[in-house]
């Protein structure tokens, strides 16, 4: 499973795009990553090719479970990694932007570990 950095990132904005509005559309996509419409609909129809998304008749964009289940990764590690970058005193926009770039490299051991030592004695 696995696929390009930029196309992790197109499908973990889906996700925070579905999460935060519901529907998605290209032109959500590049408001949010400032990328051109051009260029979105490009990726978006990559990502259809390779059977990550659909997108209905109206334009909506949505995660089929290949898709889902890269974007879900993504994002949870984009989270755990930004959150225990601020709890060592690293300020969010720094976290955020550090944590855009591990979140593609870190290898599934070293994630498990630090997900392990963050929720250590936490409920999750």
């Known amino acids: 499973m696995k696929i390009q950095e930029s196309a992790e990132n197109y499908l973990e904005t889906i996700l925070i795009l579905q999460k935060r509005t519901g529907a998605v559309r290209s032109i959500d996509i590049a408001a949010e990553l400032n990328f051109s419409k051009p260029s979105v609909s490009v990726a978006m129809r990559n990502l259809r090719e390779n059977g990550y998304i659909e997108v209905d008749k109206e334009g909506h964009i949505v995660l089929l479970d290949q898709g889902r289940e890269i974007a879900e990764?993504?994002?949870e590690?984009?989270?755990l990694i930004s959150d225990w970058l601020t709890a060592l005193g690293v300020t969010p926009s720094v976290a955020s932007e550090d944590a855009c770039r591990i979140e593609h490299v870190i290898s599934e051991e070293s994630f498990a570990a630090i997900k392990a030592h963050t929720y250590?004695?936490?409920p999750r």
């Open 120 to 122: 250590a004695g936490k």
């Open 73 to 75: 990764k993504i994002y």
């Open 77 to 79: 590690r984009h989270t």
